[in-house]
């Protein structure tokens, strides 16, 4: 089944460690995303990405990085240097360009303690 | 600063009625405007998209209108079950999706 995959689905790590959420698509889509959601709020966008090997920030990027080597893998890593890390991350994968839906995979419900 | 502001926090509405959605931004000229439905715990799902040229577009018991001079989109549930009872979300489509703050639909019998 073709499909967006997000691993793992919960994700407890100490205070100043990093950590990287994976996400894995077999759609063939050109473009992926990376957002962030916390409770009772919309999506803000991190990171996102049109094409192998290129990617732009989003509007919260600060303490974050991501990596695009492959069309099917957009991974991304929360770095010690985010104040606030734990929060809902949803990454998302469209064809190329504006006019297309977006499909989301499951989230990562990540908690820093 | 360019702002996407989806009416009311919450809104509750008795089975049957018709529930209407705001969406109101500023600061953009999007071509598309997607609207999408997300339950607790999930991905959001998408549901429609509306192109600058057309007024209106439907999909079952779903309606959106998309006003470019007034910067507004209208996202109605006619004959509302309580099953649509979830978060809705709509977002303004460049080259990247930039969503709302999001609307919570509560249906109740």
């Known amino acids: 089944d073709g499909g967006i995959t997000q691993s793992p689905k919960y994700l407890f790590r100490k205070e100043g460690q990093n950590v990287t959420l994976s996400c894995e698509q077999n759609?063939?889509?050109?473009?992926m995303y990376w957002y962030r959601q916390d409770p009772g709020q919309g999506l803000r966008l991190i990171y996102y990405?049109?094409?192998?090997?290129?990617?732009q920030k989003g509007d919260i990027a600060e303490g974050y990085s991501v990596s695009r080597e492959k069309k099917e893998s957009f991974p991304l890593t929360v770095t010690s240097a985010q104040k606030n890390p734990t929060a809902f991350y949803l990454c998302?994968?469209?064809?190329?360009?504006?006019?297309?839906?977006?499909?989301f995979g499951q989230g990562t419900r990540l908690t820093v303690v | 600063s360019q702002k996407i502001e989806q009416n009311s926090e919450a809104l509750n509405i008795q089975e049957g009625k018709t529930a209407t959605l705001t969406c109101n931004y500023t600061?953009?000229?999007?071509?598309?405007l997607q609207w999408y439905r997300q339950d607790p715990g999930r991905g959001p799902v998408f549901l429609l998209l509306?192109?600058?040229?057309?007024k209106e577009k439907r999909k079952e018991r779903l309606k959106v209108t998309f006003d470019t001079t007034l910067k507004q989109s209208l996202f109605h549930i006619t004959a509302s079950q309580p099953a649509d009872s979830a978060t809705y979300l709509c977002?303004?489509?460049?080259?990247?999706?930039?969503f709302g703050t999001g609307t919570r639909l509560q249906v109740f019998p």
């Open positions: 977002a303004l489509d460049t080259d990247k999706l930039i």
């Open positions: 759609l063939n889509h050109d473009a």
């Open positions: 509306i192109r600058e040229n057309e």
């Open positions: 600061n953009y000229s999007p071509a598309y």
């Open positions: 998302a994968s469209r064809i190329q360009g504006a006019d297309t839906e977006a499909f």
């Open positions: 990405s049109q094409i192998v090997n290129d990617f």
